[in-house]
């Protein structure tokens, strides 16, 4: 019986350890997404149209019409 409560104990870490990891993973994905957001301001902004700025954006799924 204690050996059973003991194998739960550690696959109940074991869960949050992965939520955890899985958790970190998104908010490194959105923080990777909004830096290519600003590298594509800075580095396109100062030349492109309007026009062309909402083409980008919209093709990267930014933003909807």
């Known amino acids: 019986m204690l050996v059973i409560q003991r194998k739960n104990l550690k696959i109940e870490q074991q869960e949050q ?4 990891k ?9 923080i990777n997404g909004e830096n290519d957001k600003i590298i594509v301001n800075k580095g396109n902004v100062s030349n492109m149209s309007d026009d ?13 019409d």
């Open 17 to 20: 350890q992965l939520k955890s």
């Open 22 to 30: 899985d958790q970190q993973i998104k908010t490194q994905e959105f």
């Open 52 to 64: 062309a700025i909402a083409g980008v954006y919209k093709q990267n799924g930014w933003i909807e």
